[in-house]
């Protein structure tokens, strides 16, 4: 919803009020755009940046009273990483999406040069998603579920001391991308007024390395004057706990120890009450379009750079950024050639190996062939040369077998003396 | 899980949570509120109809305040400009705390020529040059915290009451326009009208329309959800509302109302029973602003803008009153 950001009308443009002699009507419009956001829902993404162990979960789970499961980290990750996730959150009549992206294992390397360099890239990576979506031509950005972090917890460990070298070089990367929201962890740990002079001495450190902090707006007489007395309590010393304790007849959020009892939600005790009045009920908007409006344009205005567009030549731009369109069409048109023709040529190089695997077992198949050809043949002659045989021992049989016949047929007729002698004489 | 380097609307992973206690999330619709207050709203309107049909003096009645200037007003020379010229005029007028910034833009001269073929063009290039406009603030590199908004988020166009069909120029018009803006008809000086007839020439309009397959606003493709619908039915019934402008308060049963004094009586232009004014006012500014102001945004803008950034190396605003011609790929063009 493309909001306005004129003013005072009247000295801005010159033009004169109207005065109307009924009424109109036209007062329901901030209804009608709140009924609106409410049909759509909000978006809410939050950047929990601490150590492991600094209490993380456990503040966001205080400060939305609710209970997002999770499980404690090990200490023992080789990188950083983010953990994002999501839920729905409904109160009366609003529906919140909340998104909570929390760092695994921030400050655990020994090593910690590239601590914040996953933290970078994915803030980025959300703005570079948005500017995506907004560049497209065909694009549907009021649908669009925004990504972008609109506030970073920063929860600085209780030391007591002062900011550590990690925090200086996380919070100076990030200020430009995101609104820091610095808070002091388990803040249970530190005096009261141990507090004040570590508050103090934070804030002139994040001043003089030149950190820019969020501020909460002073520019609308509404909050301008408690917004302004928070800003001097930053950065909140919060507690955060889950469980309950019974204080007097009431179940608060409080952690239990044997010399006391630190309620979440006592002024006295702890800024939780502040952190959450400030990040939710009275800011979450201005958060949301400070994002927007500062942080996704900086972002945007360095990246169109990089691409090569310029604002020069202010006449032309349209043109111009059609001619980038052409160009980029034309990129991708190429690109998608060269896609093509690559795959094709994997293609045709991969027939071209099956077609030699192929000939081998071919040529492999046939050597066996005639193989067997040969081995057939010889069998063949073999067998040749033994029917030959026999045939021979069956002539040569069949002939002494006409012999003797042709001799039993031939004495018959002489006496059978002779023949007897004859035979006698045979054997 | 690891973080998604390119998100899309997923569903929530861990579903819909239970609150255990108040947060103040709900207090985000009054930090809303009190922004846009502070900042104000535009509407920009845009009245269409032959001259006489009481266009200046609806737009005071709306807006209860001189906005615009009647062309008849005593002592000005009566001019039908040979052409359609456009006048825009700007005020800012506020109510409970709420400013507004509303920009009336004037055609007259339509329709009142002769020859009247194309006198739509001029209005198409005014809408297109203030799309074309609001594009190139968008597309700046380092562009302003808000982009001045001169888009005619809504043009009312004036159906002259003869009780019979709508007239060719009326659907020329309206099947142009309703693909660019937000067109919301209505019958003029519609107290020459009886209640059935009234009735008889909304049904034969509401056919015609159909017929020609023309959509005007509250678009049927834009219903959100069962809710709107239903509402935007309602209306969708009573399109084109039949509506009579005055600016002069009478006397009726002791109370002061804004009204025509006739010798048979005086008509009541927020009386229900008397026209449809009330009706139209209410949807113009009491509950479908936000909406009107929307639908250009979100629909009719991006379609322009689709349009522009398909166009190869054209200069950008052809003497097609900045439509596009023929695209040389042809098929990207969705018109």
Redesign the interface.
């Known amino acids: 919803?493309?909001?306005?950001?004129?003013?005072p009308?009247?000295k801005i443009?010159g033009?004169?009020?109207?005065?109307?002699?009924?009424?109109?009507?036209?007062?329901?419009?901030?209804?009608?755009?709140?009924n609106?956001?409410?049909?759509q829902g909000?978006c809410f993404n939050i950047l929990c940046i601490g150590e492991t162990g600094s209490g993380k979960s456990t503040l966001i789970n205080s400060?939305?009273?609710?209970?997002?499961?999770d499980s404690m980290s090990t200490h023992f990750h080789p990188n950083v990483?983010?953990?994002?996730?999501?839920?729905?959150?409904?109160?009366?009549?609003?529906r919140?999406?909340l998104t909570v992206?929390s760092t695994v294992g921030f400050g655990d390397q020994i090593n910690k040069e590239d601590s914040y360099q996953p933290i970078v890239d994915?803030i980025d990576?959300?703005f570079e998603?948005y500017l995506q979506e907004e560049l497209k031509?065909?694009?549907s950005i009021?649908?669009?579920?925004d990504?972008r972090i609109h506030v970073c917890l920063y929860i600085i460990s209780p030391t007591g001391h002062s900011l550590k070298t990690l925090d200086l070089l996380t919070m100076k990367s990030l200020d430009s991308k995101v609104n820091i929201i610095p808070l002091i962890g388990k803040a249970d740990s530190i005096s009261k007024t141990e507090l004040q002079q570590f508050k103090r001495k934070l804030i002139s450190e994040l001043v003089s390395s030149g950190i820019h902090i969020y501020q909460f707006p002073t520019d609308?007489e509404?909050?301008s004057q408690i917004n302004t007395i928070m800003n001097g309590h930053l950065p909140f010393a919060v507690v955060g706990s889950t469980e309950v304790v019974k204080i007097g007849n009431k179940m608060v959020k409080a952690r239990q120890y044997p010399w006391g009892v630190v309620q979440v939600e006592n002024e006295n005790h702890c800024d939780f009450v502040k952190l959450?009045?400030m990040l939710?009920?009275?800011?979450?908007?201005?958060l949301i379009?400070q994002t927007h409006?500062r942080h996704y344009?900086l972002y945007?205005?360095c990246r169109?750079?990089e691409m090569g567009?310029?604002?020069t030549d202010?006449e032309n731009?349209?043109?111009s950024?059609?001619?980038a369109?052409?160009a980029k069409r034309r990129k991708f048109y190429l690109e998608l050639q060269r896609r093509e023709e690559e795959t094709r040529q994997k293609f045709v190089q991969r027939v071209k190996e099956k077609e030699a695997v192929l000939k081998e077992a071919e040529q492999r198949i046939q050597a066996k062939f005639e193989h067997l050809m040969l081995m057939h043949q010889e069998e063949k002659q073999k067998l040749e040369k033994k029917r030959k045989a026999l045939e021979e021992e069956i002539a040569l049989f069949n002939m002494k077998k006409a012999n003797a016949e042709l001799l039993q047929t031939q004495p018959m007729v002489s006496t059978p003396v002779s023949l007897k002698r004859d035979k006698d004489r045979k054997k | 899980m690891e973080a998604a380097a390119v998100p899309q609307e997923l569903p929530p992973d861990c579903g819909v949570h239970e609150l255990f206690g108040y947060v103040g999330i709900e207090a985000v619709l009054e930090q809303m509120k009190v922004k846009t207050m502070k900042m104000g709203f535009e509407f920009n309107i845009m009245v269409v109809g032959q001259s006489g049909l009481g266009k200046s003096t609806m737009v005071n009645t709306l807006f209860k305040s001189k906005v615009s200037r009647k062309a008849s007003q005593p002592g000005q020379e009566e001019r039908i400009p040979k052409t359609v010229q456009l006048q825009s005029v700007t005020h800012v007028i506020e109510e409970k705390g709420v400013k507004m910034k509303l920009t009336v833009t004037d055609t007259p001269g339509f329709g009142d020529q002769i020859n009247n073929e194309n006198c739509w063009d001029p209005i198409i290039k005014y809408i297109n040059e203030q799309y074309e406009r609001y594009l190139r603030e968008e597309i700046l590199i380092t562009r302003k915290r808000k982009i001045p908004d001169s888009r005619v988020h809504g043009c009312v166009y004036f159906i002259p009451p003869t009780g019979h069909w709508l007239r060719p120029l009326d659907l020329e018009f309206m099947r142009r326009l309703s693909k660019i803006v937000n067109v919301v008809p209505v019958i003029a000086k519609a107290d020459t009208l009886t209640l059935e007839e009234r009735e008889e020439f909304k049904q034969r309009i509401q056919r015609d329309l159909k017929a020609h397959a023309i959509s005007v606003y509250p678009q049927e493709d834009f219903d959100e959800d069962p809710d709107d619908r239903l509402l935007n039915d309602r209306i969708r019934e009573k399109i084109p509302f039949a509506v009579v402008g005055a600016d002069q308060e009478h006397q009726v049963n002791g109370k002061r109302v804004l009204g025509r004094k006739t010798k048979w009586g005086i008509i009541e232009v927020e009386n229900p029973a008397h026209c449809e004014f009330p009706m139209l006012r209410d949807l113009l500014i009491r509950s479908h602003l936000q909406d009107l102001k929307d639908i250009t945004h979100n629909v009719h803008y991006e379609s322009y803008r689709v349009r522009r950034l398909n166009e190869s190396n054209r200069p950008a605003l052809s003497s097609n009153n900045g439509l596009p011609g023929r695209d040389e790929d042809g098929d990207e063009s969705n018109l």
């Open positions: 919803i493309p909001s306005c950001d004129y003013g009308y009247f443009y033009l004169r009020s109207l005065p109307l002699s009924g009424h109109v009507g036209f007062d329901t419009l901030p209804d009608q755009l709140v609106k956001s409410i049909k909000f400060l939305f009273n609710t209970s997002f499961d990483r983010l953990k994002a996730q999501r839920y729905e959150l409904h109160e009366s009549n609003v919140l999406k992206v994915y990576a959300q998603a031509i065909k694009r009021f649908n669009y579920h990504t609308d509404v909050v959450r009045e939710i009920c009275t800011n979450m908007e201005d379009e409006t344009e945007r205005r169109l750079q567009f310029r604002d202010s731009k349209p043109v950024l059609q001619e369109y052409e």
